[in-house]
């Protein structure tokens, strides 16, 4: 009886250490819709700024080196630019969607279960919907 | 949220901006709502045109004005949104604050050479 008690105890020590009991992660705990919106809302803003890092590039030439600009509209020609292309505003309509929630958010509004969920398909209609005319009207 | 409860950010933080920070993140927010929605679609529209048209549509008035309105707002914006992300996820201390400075420096010179950019377009044509 008494050996067993010792490897009880032995059990909750590993390296030295108390093994003590863990709350629930994040890798356990299956996030809602609403929180993935707003960890894709970080990432997407952080891939805006690199947009604006091309915009910035874009209007340089544009402006200081009218030849070298034969190079940046080639790139439109590009196969792979719609690849590229398609995705970025797609992040930048939820970027501007999820945006326009966190103002409605500010008000007061829209924070109980029923609302957030409905706000989580809204975004994403109007990103998938903006991106869609945005592209109607590119190939027009 | 009150607005009561708002205010007293005012006080918290290090350097005692919160609420500036928050105020301005939203400030910048509603402008930019119009203003990038306008550039996108600008942008698509323009997207196969040659480089003399493209001079003349940003050397526009209306264009020169919108376009560095959008430039100053997104700019900032990104100021802020960058600094809170480096705020939330660099843990060192002197880490934090050299790349909080040097996040915001360099935006602000790429803003300071997007504008010189839309000026130099809109006065030279």
Redesign the interface.
């Known amino acids: 009886m008494v050996a067993v008690s010792i490897f009880k105890a032995d059990y909750h020590i590993v390296m030295n250490k108390p093994v003590r009991p863990l709350s629930p992660h994040l890798q356990v705990y299956r996030l809602p819709l609403t929180a993935w919106l707003s960890i894709i809302h970080?990432m997407t803003?952080?891939l805006?700024?690199l947009g604006?890092?091309a915009?910035?590039t874009a209007?340089?030439v544009?402006?200081?080196n009218?030849t070298d600009?034969?190079i940046i509209?080639q790139l439109?020609t590009f196969s792979l630019t719609p690849l590229i292309l398609l995705p970025f505003?797609f992040s930048?309509w939820l970027h501007?969607a999820h945006?326009?929630r966190?103002?409605i958010w500010?008000t007061?509004r829209g924070f109980n279960l029923k609302n957030a969920r409905l706000l989580d398909g809204l975004e994403i209609a109007v990103a998938v919907l903006?991106t869609a005319s945005?592209?109607l009207?590119?190939t027009l | 949220?009150s607005s009561s409860s708002n205010w007293k950010i005012h006080d918290l933080g290090a350097s005692r901006k919160g609420l500036h920070h928050w105020w301005m993140q939203?400030i910048t927010?509603?402008a930019?709502?119009p203003l990038?929605?306008w550039l996108?679609?600008s942008l698509?529209?323009l997207?196969?045109v040659q480089?003399e048209t493209?001079?003349l549509w940003?050397s526009d008035p209306l264009h020169g004005v919108l376009l560095i309105a959008f430039l100053l707002a997104?700019?900032y914006h990104?100021m802020l949104?960058?600094q809170t992300?480096l705020e939330d996820y660099v843990h060192t201390e002197w880490l934090r604050i050299s790349s909080i400075i040097v996040s915001n420096l360099v935006?602000l010179l790429?803003l300071v050479?997007?504008i010189?950019?839309?000026l130099?377009?809109a006065f030279l044509h």
Request: aromatic content about 14%.
């Open positions: 970080r803003g952080v805006l700024v604006m890092i915009f910035t209007l340089l544009l402006a200081n009218p600009w034969q509209s439109s505003c930048f501007w945006g326009l966190h103002l500010d007061g903006l945005l592209w009207v590119h | 949220m939203r927010a509603v930019l709502m990038s929605a996108v679609f698509a529209c997207a196969n480089y493209l001079v940003t997104a700019y990104a949104g960058l992300i935006l790429l050479a997007s010189f950019s839309v130099k377009i």
